[in-house]
């Protein structure tokens, strides 16, 4: 019912920045939460951002000060802004929708040193 699509992934250079987005269908996003998660080669799945429909957010500890999540609910579409990449970063980012445990194909991340 909810299809969620991933762009802005893409090789970088460490230091770097990317902007991901995740455009969401469906009239429930302005309510929802959306996520961030990663998962790397041969690692769990991590939530690494999350925003409510308000505008709350919560990070990872891991990217704290690097990473910024926010939305524009009007276009239904997420974002995370990630600045100061490290080759730790490298991983398939996915978009999800915790109402109803949507999630977008994936993007992938590389961060090259």
């Known amino acids: 019912q909810v299809h969620l699509v991933e762009s802005g992934g893409g090789l970088v250079q460490a230091g770097g920045s990317l902007r991901l987005s995740c455009a969401a269908s469906?009239?429930?996003?302005?309510?929802?939460?959306m996520d961030w998660y990663r998962q790397a080669p041969g690692k769990q799945r991590e939530l690494v951002a999350a925003?409510?429909?308000?505008?709350?957010?919560n990070y990872a500890d891991s990217v704290k000060g690097r990473f910024t999540i926010s939305r524009d609910n009007a276009k239904n579409t997420v974002y995370l802004q990630m600045n100061s990449l490290k080759p730790e970063d490298t991983a398939v980012y996915f978009c999800?929708?915790?109402?109803?445990?949507?999630w977008g194909q994936g993007t992938q991340v590389t961060v090259s040193s």
């Open positions: 999800h929708a915790r109402v109803g445990n949507y």
């Open positions: 469906g009239s429930s996003f302005s309510i929802n939460v």
């Open positions: 925003i409510t429909s308000g505008g709350t957010t």
